[in-house]
RNA sequence: GGCGGCGUAGCUCAGCUGGUUAGAGCGUGGGCUUCAUAAUCCCGAGGUCGCAGGUUCGAGUCCUGCCGCCGCUACCA
């Protein structure tokens, strides 16, 4: 059987901020558990992510806390880079849209893109209507202007949407606009722009998301909540045309030789999706594939494109996204022909995490209001496991879920702990105490053995079965419904009252357990990846251990054992919150 | 307004194309055990599956209406 090969993209984070719990939910826990499962059953896997620097985000950032965008964007790349790898969440690269070393490539592949789209006659040059400011020479962006909304009076709306009454409008129809650049009034001009005709691929587009319905026709699970907002919004309201073009500096500059392309940029969600190629082009670079080492996973339809994102990317993932690729085809055909950028075998989506404190009410995760967890702030006073398995259970697969702390730490203490950190302690210490720590022969096994090494085998093909549909909070619940059985088993076979009158009875159930534990270490290896190594550590097994086929294969009687440790902390809910 | 989602045991959630007594984890009540970070394991209690209709031999599962919460509506994962 030949190598399956997928290209992993998580979310490019705005390189304005710091990442928080709500961030990891979405996107990078749930990818990062994807990529180690496939490379565990043998994949080819990419796994890419990088800033998205450009556009008016970092902008208005770097402009209120006085600093040059270059400098703010630089800086939280490289903080995001560090809590990722805090995390274990390891790309093969994170790049940056407009970090010095990935910015040529990345201009060079967004306007080779757009280009090519111009090419192709799918653009649409047209003048709109646009606020102007007069005092800093410049077109506004919607959220760089402030006035009355035009529905409910209030005073302080922005151009684009009230967050009074929640209406979204267009910046022209703010009453009494005020640039938030100079506090003057500015003044509506004429700007052109490139816009995308959406409306022409519309159809295509449709077809190619009715045929994901069928999960067997089109070989991934698609999850309702992406289908469904996508469709839907086909359906309800077509697809206009839209402007990939903004009058801005910071950003990729439009490739047009045009006059009127002139001071402007394209689009940050033009070039953002991009970035995706871009930095895969980056990395094949770095390893020797050479420039067009990119097309091997971008353009060749044995390799799966999956994108991992938060529900508030999912209709520009699978609507607009993909109708940037269709554009630059040369026939029109669905999923693209051996040489034409292939459209997502599938756009995984989680909903947003909110977020409850402690005899407090559940909120929105809100960097203002002080609401969010910071992974940095985490990650000095506790493991990363313990987070990624949390982020799994509660993952906000289907609809919204809370991260809760008491529950955190309940989960930490309930489950990791007791079911799964117990476990193996508990197996560990009777193989050393007992056995010289070599594990004991398997003996005449009955009904009840042979049950237990069943469920092992039936835990790693269920497990399987959900991440391959990346149904991670399904896979967790069968791998911790493994630790369960183990414990259930141990207590039931008694090893610690037969060591006293029949040890080859004990060493069978024992050797049965060590089994056990060593298919755990497996399957857990995918969402606790620090935690399997320790296990690893533990029952000395070599480099393959997380290798998926073999996680139910036995090892011999007389393997020794590494030494023990603990593998999971307690956490106490004084020292966490404060006494 | 349009589109979409959610509403199932005290809590967090599973329930695929409708089919035997509605499930899991946590919590709670009771019990066994001692190898284990007083962890484990067993047993039990606890649900008119938001409300009201409808389709069907049969609906948590499909349809209609309603109520409540939420998201999107193109520069906040």
């Known amino acids: 059987m030949p190598r399956r090969r997928f290209l992993i993209t998580a979310a490019l984070p705005y390189s304005n901020g710091r990442l928080h719990v709500g961030h990891i939910a979405g996107a990078y826990v749930p990818a990062d558990i994807y990529v180690r499962y496939l490379r565990a059953t043998g994949a080819d896997v990419r796994f890419i992510c990088g800033s998205d620097d450009n556009g008016v985000a970092a902008l208005k950032t770097a402009r209120e806390q006085n600093r040059a965008v270059e400098e703010l964007t630089a800086h939280y790349n490289a903080s995001q880079q560090r809590d990722f790898a805090g995390l274990g969440i390891e790309f093969d690269i994170f790049g940056g849209t407009h970090q010095p070393e990935y910015v040529d490539i990345h201009e060079r592949f967004s306007q080779d893109f757009f280009l090519k ?33 035009p529905h409910c009076a209030n005073d302080q709306a922005f151009g684009d949407q009230c967050e009074e009454c929640g209406r979204s409008m267009d910046q022209t129809g703010l009453i009494h606009p005020v640039s938030m650049l100079s506090g003057t009034t500015p003044e509506l001009r004429k700007t052109i722009h490139w816009y995308l005709r959406l409306d022409r691929l519309q159809s295509r587009l449709s077809s190619w998301l009715a045929g994901k319905k069928d999960a067997r026709a089109c070989g991934a699970v698609w999850r309702p909540t992406v289908l469904n907002q996508s469709l839907g919004r086909i359906e309800s309201e077509g697809l206009p045309e839209r402007a990939m073009t903004r009058d801005l500096t910071w950003g990729v500059p439009v490739p047009l030789d045009d006059p009127d392309a002139k001071g402007k940029s394209l689009y940050v969600w033009f070039d953002a999706p991009i970035g995706y190629v871009s930095f895969t082009a980056a990395l094949c670079k770095q390893q020797g594939e050479g420039a067009d080492g990119y097309a091997h996973w971008w353009k060749d339809p044995d390799c799966k494109v999956v994108h991992f994102i938060g529900e508030d990317n999912i ?265």
Not at 120 to 146: M, S
Not at 345 to 354: E, G, I, K, M, Q
Not at 420 to 447: C, I, S, W
Request: net charge neutral; hydrophobic share 40%.
């Open 117 to 149: 789209i111009h090419e192709k006659g799918l653009f649409t040059k047209r003048t709109a209507e646009q606020l102007y400011d007069l005092e800093a020479k410049q077109f506004l962006p919607d959220r760089f202007v402030r006035g009355t909304c």
């Open 315 to 579: 209709v520009f993932h699978a609507i607009t996204w993909p109708a940037m690729m269709l554009a630059t085809h040369d026939s029109d055909s669905l999923q693209g022909k051996l040489g034409e950028y292939q459209l997502p075998h599938n756009v995984v989506a989680n909903s947003f995490l909110n977020i409850k404190f402690p005899g407090k009410e559940e909120e929105k995760i809100s960097k203002s209001r002080g609401s969010a967890i910071w992974i940095e702030d985490y990650l000095k006073s506790f493991d990363p496991d313990p987070l990624r398995y949390y982020l799994t259970a509660v993952a906000p697969e289907a609809a919204r879920t809370a991260f809760d702390l008491d529950d955190f730490i309940a989960r930490n203490n309930g489950e990791l702990l007791n079911a799964l950190g117990n476990f193996f302690n508990r197996t560990m210490t009777f193989v050393h105490n007992y056995f010289d720590g070599k594990v004991p022969p398997a003996g005449q096994r009955d009904e009840q053995d042979g049950r237990q090494l069943e469920r092992r085998i039936q835990a790693r093909d269920r497990a399987g079965e959900e991440l391959e549909a990346c149904h991670f909070k399904a896979a967790l619940g069968e791998v911790m419904a493994l630790a369960r059985a183990g414990n259930a088993y141990f207590d039931a076979t008694k090893p610690f009252l037969s060591r006293k009158n029949d040890m080859a009875a004990c060493g069978r159930a024992v050797n049965v357990c060590f089994q056990t534990a060593r298919t755990l270490t497996a399957l857990i290896a995918p969402f606790l990846p620090f935690t399997a190594d320790r296990c690893a550590g533990m029952l000395n097994l070599g480099e393959g251990y997380r290798n998926w086929a073999s996680a139910a294969d036995e090892l011999p009687e007389g393997h020794r054992l590494g030494p023990t440790q603990l593998l999971i902390k307690k956490l106490d809910p004084k020292e966490v919150f404060g006494s």
